[in-house]
């Protein structure tokens, strides 16, 4: 299977996700999250540097669980622009 190549907005995206799941992570070590989450360290740290933006669903729920975020905040923190100028990408 070929991957289609992510826009600028969804690099932007994971960009901004990394950022919030590592000020929700506060002074927690990687390893520690990542345990509670059940993911490795590794994983956690390419989404956290937005080299992996666009991790699978039970990854970010079981990080919001970890971090005690609800989805409904991850989701609006990766919410398309109101202009919707991503939608043309």
């Known amino acids: 299977m070929v991957r289609t190549p992510l826009t600028p907005w ?5 960009e901004r996700f990394g950022a919030l799941l590592r000020a929700a992570r506060g002074t927690r070590s990687m390893v520690e999250i990542a345990a509670v989450a059940g993911i490795s360290s590794e994983t956690l740290r390419k989404i956290e540097t937005g080299r ?3 991790p699978a669903f039970f990854t970010v729920a079981a990080l919001a ?3 005690d975020l609800s989805l409904d905040e991850l989701a609006a923190a990766c919410a ?3 202009d919707g100028e991503a939608l043309s990408a």
């Open 10 to 14: 969804e690099r932007e995206r994971g």
């Open 52 to 54: 992996a933006p666009t």
């Open 65 to 67: 669980y970890a971090l």
């Open 80 to 82: 398309l622009p109101d």
